[in-house]
Nanobody
Framework: QVQLVESGGGLVQAGGSLRLSCAAS????????MGWFRQAPGKEREFVGF????????SYADSVKGRFTISRDNAKNTVYLQMNSLKPEDTAVYYC??????????????????WGQGTQVTVSS
């Protein structure tokens, strides 16, 4: 059974930084591509970023490009989301998700098989 557990969320002032982690209980973690999504109150879940199985391919939503960075450590079964220069509009519940690596960027919620429970990020102005 696959489990994804996010951590690292919290309250931060605008301009600050946070690093989210997602620990995966997947035997073959390196076979999975990973994504980060977020959902603000009253809004649909939206794509934040993607990383391929070996980190060779990354992709970001335009709204976070240049501020957020995704990385992974396959030895630790963990994927990270480093968030810098945070803005109040980044406030949301952040989710990590996993899918069998297909060699291409996956930016739709429907392309992922497994989801974490989410971690709250609140950015104050």
């Amino acid at each position: 059974q696959v489990q994804l557990v996010e951590s690292g969320g919290g309250l931060v002032q605008a301009g600050g930084s946070l690093r989210l982690s997602c620990a995966a209980s997947i035997r073959t973690f390196s076979s999975y591509a990973m994504g980060w999504f977020r959902q603000a109150p009253g809004k649909e879940r939206e794509f934040v970023g993607f990383i391929s199985w070996n980190g060779g391919i990354t992709s970001y939503a335009d709204s976070v490009k240049g501020r957020f960075t995704i990385s992974r450590d396959n030895a630790k079964n963990t994927v990270y989301l480093q968030m810098n220069s945070l803005k109040p509009e980044d406030t949301a519940v952040y989710y990590c998700a996993a899918r069998i690596n297909s060699g291409r960027v996956a930016a739709s919620v429907y392309e992922y098989n497994y989801w974490g429970q989410g971690t709250q990020v609140t950015v104050s102005s």
